[in-house]
């Protein structure tokens, strides 16, 4: 017995400065990232106040997609794509190890691309920023351990997520939960769930302000919302499907354009342009806020505006538009979500809420994320329903992501039999374990 208490007491004296250790660093973490993502919130806030006074500002997507393009060409070819893809790269790839040069280059090339209404996020360049940073100051404080470096620049991830979004307990889950496929990253979770409160104090001190919804919905019948929900969330896992083929489609055809690649983000830019002309509205481009609070305050909006919404996403970040993917997700979800509604004669707000959420959970395959962005944006009782279409759509969309370079750990049913252990981008060939399933497999491909 002498000798179990004395083992107690010496891992609660390791643990509890470990735990010190960590805190100490989460909080420097999500003091300097909230600062940054502040700042950045502020320079897009007042440039697209300024750009929007002129009605056609969006004419400068074509010379603003070569400005983001060359940028990033030029002087940091890491802070090419949608910023939390590349963090995710550069935790399993390169041990956290992120050149400086991207910070300013990231800031600056995605304020080019919003300020100028290119469909794409702010959450993603803050995460990035907020793992360059992390990485930054591993070097600075000689943080040599892999590990450890890699919990410190998944730090940033949660910071800059939190302080964009103002939802610190789903920015901790996320940036655990984000990295693999069927694996929760539990060591992250302490520093993680710190950083991105202080992140969150720091932007809220800074004036930023954090949309928070009050949804007010009395189900009539809680068997047949029970069974909306499910087909719901079928709805949403093929659509996030639809969604990331599309992308990756888009982004593979533009790549074969054999011209200098700056050069393709004025096509980009020419594409958008066109659009705006076709449908005669800016609902589809820029960062998209003002679709997604009309959506969930119930409101209707255009029937196809999901589907505009994907392509034109598509079209900026594959053409050199520099940019997060989350919000345009969130828009995505939410207006899929009201077209539902209105299909369905049904709460048009609870949906659109619901929508948003689950079509994160699919695209990014972190449905406890979900629910936890449903719970802090929308309330407990919107959350509660909103956990079943975020585990089914998170199930329906397959061994896909909108992030190719996730870790797949655990194959999401044992029907199928899918290379582990690998980028979930790189699965190529799909083996059927069900013998019903299987025979129908063969079939369809004979």
């Given at each position: 017995?002498?000798?179990?208490i004395?083992?107690?007491f010496v891992?609660?004296?390791?643990?509890?400065?470990s735990a010190?250790?960590?805190?100490?660093?989460?909080?420097?973490?999500?003091?300097?990232v909230?600062?940054?993502?502040?700042?950045?919130?502020?320079?897009?806030?007042f440039?697209e106040?300024?750009?929007?006074?002129?009605n056609?500002?969006?004419l400068?997507?074509?010379?603003?997609f070569f400005?983001?393009?060359?940028?990033?060409v030029?002087?940091?070819?890491?802070?090419?794509?949608?910023?939390?893809?590349?963090?995710?790269?550069?935790?399993?790839?390169k041990?956290?190890?992120?050149d400086?040069?991207v910070?300013?280059v990231?800031?600056?090339?995605?304020?080019?691309t919003l300020i100028s209404g290119?469909s794409?996020?702010?959450?993603?360049p803050?995460?990035?920023?907020?793992?360059?940073?992390?990485?930054?100051?591993?070097?600075?404080f000689?943080?040599?351990n892999?590990?450890?470096?890699?919990?410190?620049?998944?730090?940033?991830?949660?910071?800059?997520?939190a302080?964009?979004?103002?939802t610190?307990?789903a920015?901790?889950?996320?940036?655990?939960?984000?990295l693999?496929?069927?694996?929760?990253?539990y060591?992250?979770?302490?520093?993680?769930?710190?950083a991105?409160?202080?992140?969150?104090?720091v932007?809220?001190a800074?004036?930023?302000?954090?949309?928070?919804?009050?949804?007010s919905?009395?189900?009539s019948?809680?068997?047949?919302m029970?069974?909306?929900?499910?087909?719901?969330?079928?709805?949403?896992?093929?659509l996030?499907?639809?969604?990331?083929?599309?992308?990756?489609?888009?982004?593979?055809?533009?790549?074969?354009?054999?011209?200098?690649?700056?050069y393709?983000g004025?096509?980009?830019?020419?594409?958008?342009?066109?659009?705006v002309?076709?449908?005669?509205s800016?609902?589809?481009?820029?960062?998209g806020?003002?679709?997604?609070?009309?959506?969930i305050s119930?409101?209707s909006?255009?029937?196809?505006?999901?589907?505009?919404?994907?392509?034109t996403?598509?079209?900026?970040?594959?053409?050199?538009?520099?940019?997060?993917?989350?919000?345009?997700?969130f828009?995505?979800g939410?207006?899929?979500?009201?077209?539902w509604?209105?299909?369905?004669?049904?709460?048009?707000?609870?949906?659109?809420?619901?929508?948003?959420?689950?079509?994160?959970?699919?695209?990014?395959?972190t449905?406890i994320s979900?629910?936890?962005?449903?719970?802090?944006l929308?309330?407990i009782e919107v959350?509660?329903?909103a956990?079943?279409?975020?585990?089914?759509s998170?199930?329906?969309?397959?061994?896909?992501?909108?992030?190719p370079?996730?870790?797949?750990v655990?194959?999401k049913?044992?029907?199928?039999d899918?290379?582990?252990?690998?980028e979930?981008?790189?699965?190529?060939e799909?083996?059927?374990?069900n013998?019903?399933?299987?025979?129908?497999?063969?079939?369809?491909?004979?």
């Amino acid at each position: 017995m002498k000798r179990k208490i004395k083992m107690d007491f010496v891992e609660q004296t390791v643990m509890l400065s470990s735990a010190i250790k960590w805190i100490i660093l989460a909080i420097f973490a999500g003091l300097v990232v909230g600062s940054v993502t502040g700042l950045f919130l502020k320079l897009l806030h007042f440039g697209e106040h300024h750009m929007m006074k002129w009605n056609r500002y969006y004419l400068l997507m074509p010379i603003a997609f070569f400005l983001s393009s060359l940028l990033v060409v030029k002087l940091a070819p890491e802070a090419e794509g949608h910023g939390t893809e590349k963090v995710i790269e550069a935790v399993h790839q390169k041990d956290g190890k992120i050149d400086i040069k991207v910070i300013p280059v990231k800031l600056l090339a995605t304020l080019i691309t919003l300020i100028s209404g290119g469909s794409a996020g702010k959450e993603g360049p803050c995460a990035q920023i907020g793992a360059g940073i992390a990485s930054f100051f591993a070097n600075v404080f000689k943080i040599n351990n892999t590990l450890d470096r890699k919990r410190f620049v998944i730090c940033g991830i949660s910071a800059g997520f939190a302080g964009v979004f103002g939802t610190p307990i789903a920015g901790a889950v996320f940036a655990a939960e984000v990295l693999y496929v069927g694996k929760f990253s539990y060591i992250v979770l302490l520093p993680s769930l710190i950083a991105s409160y202080v992140s969150c104090i720091v932007n809220k001190a800074l004036g930023i302000s954090h949309l928070q919804y009050a949804i007010s919905f009395t189900p009539s019948n809680e068997i047949k919302m029970f069974l909306n929900m499910i087909v719901f969330g079928i709805f949403m896992g093929s659509l996030a499907m639809l969604f990331i083929r599309l992308l990756n489609i888009i982004e593979e055809s533009i790549h074969k354009i054999n011209i200098y690649k700056p050069y393709k983000g004025i096509l980009g830019g020419l594409i958008l342009v066109l659009i705006v002309y076709l449908t005669e509205s800016k609902d589809y481009i820029g960062l998209g806020t003002q679709v997604i609070n009309e959506s969930i305050s119930g409101s209707s909006v255009s029937g196809v505006a999901f589907l505009i919404k994907m392509f034109t996403t598509s079209v900026t970040l594959g053409s050199g538009g520099s940019g997060g993917i989350l919000t345009p997700i969130f828009y995505i979800g939410a207006t899929a979500g009201n077209a539902w509604g209105q299909i369905m004669n049904a709460n048009m707000a609870l949906f659109s809420a619901i929508g948003m959420v689950a079509f994160v959970a699919a695209c990014t395959n972190t449905p406890i994320s979900g629910i936890l962005i449903a719970m802090e944006l929308f309330g407990i009782e919107v959350a509660s329903y909103a956990s079943i279409p975020c585990v089914i759509s998170y199930f329906m969309v397959g061994h896909k992501s909108v992030y190719p370079s996730q870790i797949l750990v655990i194959n999401k049913s044992p029907s199928v039999d899918l290379q582990t252990n690998c980028e979930i981008g790189r699965v190529k060939e799909l083996k059927i374990k069900n013998k019903v399933l299987k025979k129908f497999y063969n079939h369809y491909n004979s």
